[in-house]
């Protein structure tokens, strides 16, 4: 059964923002983020391309230091933050994987 997850727009903050959530997929803890860049929000699954390791370098520290890239903390892969892109890395050419989401006024819905 699908579970929802509702995440305040206050507490993903300004541009560039993420914030970081888990959810259980078949008894195994998950974790994805959300990324508000320019304007607009994103949800992705934590999840490198390259490896199946979380990206985050520090919990919710996914931006390299120009925030304007999503990095991987374990070889460097480097994501666009509007498709998923990977533009740079060990896993150039692939794409993080989307979580479906819906936008409301004040919140980000996500059922996963
Ligand atoms: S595990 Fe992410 S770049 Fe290698």
Redesign the pocket.
Known sequence: MAKQIVIEKTKIGDHPSTYRFTFDEDGIQKSGFVIFFDNAYYVYRNE?Q??P?E?DWQENEFLDDENNFIV?A????IYEPSTGHCVN???QGSFLKKIEFIEDLDKIVINI
């Open positions: 490198c390259h490896l390791v990206l991987c374990t070889h460097g892969a890395g060990p896993c």
